[in-house]
Every structure is written in structure tokens, then in C-alpha cells.
């Protein structure tokens, strides 16, 4: 009745996070994407007919700034999906630093304040919707990516967590943990691996990333924005704190 629900969705304007921006746009919602403040990354949400927030998740005043701006471009807040993130391969003893501080930020740290400053209007929404896009590396690991794993375990905490305080708010809080998905980090991941590690990309492909995977093939961005208009819906009002697997059988072993 009356008003669409309103989303905001981090890094909303490539791979995983524009198709689900898109897939809540479908779905009837009014979109709101965050992403850095590029001229490409505002053509295409403009494409898309989806609004833009500018804004660099590895700085704490532009985080918390962004909020602001997402409330009063779409006069609330219903929905925020966490899903900004990048990667970078290195061993440990080789890591840069400035590069695990930044990926913290942006993975872990961005999630909270945007949380932190969102819950007001998404306890106001009486049936708010936080989604973050973790990754199956949420839950196990592998070598050469100590940031992203760190990061992405402690989001499955940030999620349990704030699946607890907003159980009586009708807020509910979960996780969802892809495996391989083919975007345009994937891709730059390719080239990355086949570096590192000495073999070509496709070896990279069946070796590396489909190693653990029972079903061989990557996932399309379409398949988790699926699984995440269901999570946001209000038939899902009893599922939160939960940590979903779309892992092509990954930790089935
Ligand atoms: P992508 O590179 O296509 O998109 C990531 C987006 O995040 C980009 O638009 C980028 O500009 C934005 N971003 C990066 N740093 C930012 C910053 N400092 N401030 C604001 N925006 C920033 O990557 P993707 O594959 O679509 O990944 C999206 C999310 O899904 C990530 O959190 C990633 O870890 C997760 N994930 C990806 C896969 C996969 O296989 N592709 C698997 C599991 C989880």
C-alpha cells in the first residue's frame, strides 16, 4: 500500500550489486545505489534509472555522510544491502598494509557505521531489511586472501549480532555467502591468480576457483540477486541472523 519501500545498495553499479539493485527495482522498490564517485559509476546508475550516492567506504566521514544523503534522496530507508567489496592476493609475509586497513574498512567497518547510522530509519520502516553480500570465504578460507577472509568472517558476526538487536523492531539481518560469481572482480581475480600462482586462467578457473565447487560452473550476479529479493521480502519476516550458502556445494564436503 501506498509508498514503494526504498534500497540503498553499496557498490550498486557493478556485478553482484547492480543486478540486485536492479532485481529490487524489478521487484517494485525505489533504489538508491552508493558506489565511488565516478563518472562512470554515475552513467550507469543513471542507465538504470536508479539514484546515486557518491562515496568512498574507506573513509569513516563519507560513510557515515552517505547515509544522509541516501535518506533524503529517497525519504527513508527500508532496505540497505552491504555488498561494496574488493580483493586483493598476497601472501601474508608479502601484504601491504595500507591495503588490509583499507579493506577492512570498506567490508567490515563501512557495514557497521552504515548500520550504526541507518537503524533509526530502518526501525522506523517497521520491517527493515539489512542484507550483507558476504562470501562462502565468510566461512572457509584460502590462501593468499588473509583481508578478505578476515573481513568477511567478522561480517557474518557484525550480522548475528545485529540480527539480535533488531528481532523486536521487525528488522531483520542476514548474510549471504556466494561462492565464484562472474563479475568484473572475478575477471581482474583471473589475471591476479594466474600471476601468483604461475598457470594460465583457465587453469585458474578449474583448478583454483571451481576446485571445491561439486557443481562446475560459476554463478551469474542474477543468481544472488534472486536469492536477495526473497530475503528482503515480507514473507521472509521469521528468517534473520542467517548465514545463506549459494556456494555450488562448496562446504558441502
Ligand atoms: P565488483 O568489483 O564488480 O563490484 C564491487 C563494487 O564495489 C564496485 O562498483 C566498486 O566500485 C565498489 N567499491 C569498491 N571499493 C569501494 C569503496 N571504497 N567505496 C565505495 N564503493 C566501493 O565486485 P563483485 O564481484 O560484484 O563483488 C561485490 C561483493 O560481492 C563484494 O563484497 C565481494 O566480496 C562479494 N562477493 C563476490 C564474489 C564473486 O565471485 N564475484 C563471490 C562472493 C562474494
Known sequence: TGEPRTALVTGGTSGIGLA???RLQADGLRVAVL????PDAREVAAQHGLKFVGADLSRRSDTV??????????GGLDVLVNNAGF???DPIATFPEDTWDAMMHVMLTAP???LKYAWPF??????????NIASIHAQVASPYKSAYVSAKHGLLGLTRVAALEGADHGLTVNAICPAYVR???????LAD???TRGISEAEVISTVMLESAAIKRLLEADDVGALLSYVVSPAAWGMTGSVLDLDLGWTAR
Open 87 to 89: 580483493q586483493h592476493i
Open 20 to 22: 540486485c539493485a536492479r
Open 112 to 114: 557497521f557505521l552504515l
Open 122 to 131: 530502518l526501525i522506523r520502516s517497521g520491517h527493515g531489511r539489512v542484507v
Open 35 to 38: 558506489d565511488l564517485d565516478r
Open 183 to 189: 563479475t568484473p572482480l572475478v575477471e581482474r581475480q
Open 65 to 74: 555522510e552517505a547515509v544522509k544523503t541516501a535518506v533524503s534522496l529517497l
Open 193 to 195: 591468480q594466474a600471476r
